[in-house]
């Protein structure tokens, strides 16, 4: 039986926001004499078991209170915050915590296949203060100035694209396919490439999420890293109405290395989450038959699916990387100066039971997947933007699709991270380029069109 309780209301008597914490203990001795090492029964996030149910698994480490011990890899160990209230309170104090990982760094395996995704560098992701807040504006900016009617369509054309490409068959993995896909078309178009680079861009990142040796996840990373010197270089030979020169000109005065990393950042940080919450939402609508008649027009919507995904399984489960400044004992458990500390979205969305859909427009209030505080997503519009209108033009030209395996047997991909489908097997019935109305083949273009690369960029809200 789960709580009517929400996040941000009142918590019901007996809930354990309303006990009183035990009496400070001591803290560690030597506390900054080695690095932290986890108890011997930490809870391991990188396995298929924890995959296969990672609410099995928050569960048991709220069992260990607010803030529990976790491995997110062989040799990493992680302090998890499980509770919402204790997530807040991290999220919202930069005095005690930072993003900064040059400190922590040196105490974990270098070769980790996490440290992608904590290695410092100078973007908005790992700075505080001033720093952060300079990175931060370059990008709310410059995504101030998409115009939201002009993404639309840019996402419209790219599904029409994709589905042309897989409609006449029948059957699509809607991963591969589809939802891995479509971000990277967008990205490619709106920092400033004509679409003919699209196809690199794909290839690059699937081959560095992918790669089967490191032999292959290395040529990815050079064909990346290709991709992005070659953007830069065009954009500062020839300006356009696009993020990168956005990012270029304004006031804010980037650096080259400093541009690089915010580019990096904001398509790598766009496209994982982004890919998950397509995927995640459409398992969702073609496995529930509440959905069911929404494809030909019913009352629960893409959006309805979206709220439901942000709230019970967000695409990002577990990530907002902290260090406190020094010991800090928090909500019970004393965490040293430097520990990696990170923030179960999933596990405090889910606290006090699974949020139901009541009604259209449900679940839409204040979850955790988006973050909170001064690190909070600073583009969740546009990303709302990007998975609304990808689940609607998919659904609305393949009226019937259905899933080809049940909810339940769908695989997840193993990581600490994110929540993310191995892949979503579909089948429909096939589109054809001669058939009788309107196909992905032949639809109208989109009225908006793309100005020309020679268009005047229009310059940051902030030097208007």
């Known amino acids: 039986m789960t709580s009517p309780y929400r996040p941000g209301a009142t918590p019901p008597p007996g809930c354990p926001a309303h006990a009183r914490p035990a009496a400070e203990p001591a803290p560690p001795a030597s506390p900054h004499t080695a690095p932290y090492a986890p108890a011997q029964d930490a809870v391991l996030l990188y396995g298929p078991d924890f995959a296969a149910d990672p609410h099995g698994f928050y569960a048991e480490l709220r069992r260990q209170g607010p803030v529990a011990q976790v491995e997110i890899a062989p040799g990493v160990p992680a302090m998890l915050v499980t509770d919402y209230r204790a997530a807040l309170e991290l999220l919202h104090d930069d005095a005690t915590w930072s993003k900064d990982s040059r400190p922590w760094m040196p105490t974990v395996p270098q070769d980790s296949p996490v440290m992608p995704m904590l290695t410092w560098r100078p973007n908005v992701f790992f700075s505080d203060g001033e720093a952060h807040n300079r990175y931060r504006k370059v990008i709310t900016d410059s995504f101030a100035l998409l115009e939201p009617y002009e993404l639309r369509g840019y996402v419209q054309g790219a599904a029409d694209t994709l589905i042309s490409r897989f409609g006449a068959e029948g059957r699509a993995d809607l991963i591969t396919q589809y939802a891995r896909v479509l971000p990277l078309m967008i990205f490619n178009r709106v920092f400033g490439l004509p679409d003919s680079y699209s196809d690199r861009l794909i290839s690059a990142l699937a081959g560095m999420l992918e790669g089967r040796s490191p032999?292959?996840?290395?040529?990815?990373?050079e064909d990346y890293t290709r991709y992005i010197m070659e953007l830069v270089a065009a954009?500062?030979?020839?300006r356009g109405p696009d993020l990168t020169s956005w990012f270029m000109d304004h006031p804010a005065g980037l650096t080259d290395e400093e541009l690089i990393h915010q580019i990096v950042l904001t398509m790598g940080a766009g496209h994982e989450?982004?890919?998950n919450l397509i995927g995640n939402a459409l398992a969702r609508m073609l496995s529930d038959d509440r959905y069911y008649s929404t494809l030909s027009g019913g009352a629960l919507t893409a959006r309805d699916a979206?709220?439901?995904?942000?709230?019970?399984?967000?695409?990002?489960g577990n990530y907002s990387a902290h260090f406190p400044r020094?010991?800090?004992f928090f909500h019970g458990t004393w965490i040293r100066a430097g520990q990696l500390t990170m923030v179960s979205y999933a596990a405090?969305?889910?606290q006090f039971g699974t949020v139901p859909l009541e009604q259209p427009g449900a679940g839409g209030g204040a979850h955790l997947s988006w973050a909170a505080g001064p690190h909070a997503c600073p583009v969740r519009n546009t990303a709302l933007l990007i998975a609304t209108t990808a689940i609607e033009r998919l659904t609305a030209w393949l009226s019937d699709i259905e899933l080809t395996v049940p909810f339940d047997e769908l695989e997840w991909r193993v990581g600490a991270f994110h929540r993310a489908l191995a892949a979503l097997p579909a089948r429909f019935t096939p589109l054809t380029p001669d058939q009788a109305g309107a196909t992905p083949w032949d639809s109208s273009p989109s009225p908006s069109t793309r100005p020309a690369p020679t268009s005047p960029a229009r310059p940051p809200a902030s030097a208007r």
Do not use: C, G
């Open 348 to 350: 405090a969305n889910a």
């Open 326 to 328: 020094r010991d800090v």
């Open 306 to 316: 979206i709220n439901d995904v942000l709230w019970n399984d967000p695409p990002l």
């Open 235 to 238: 954009k500062k030979e020839r």
């Open 273 to 275: 989450p982004t890919t």
């Open 215 to 221: 032999a292959e996840a290395a040529r990815a990373n």
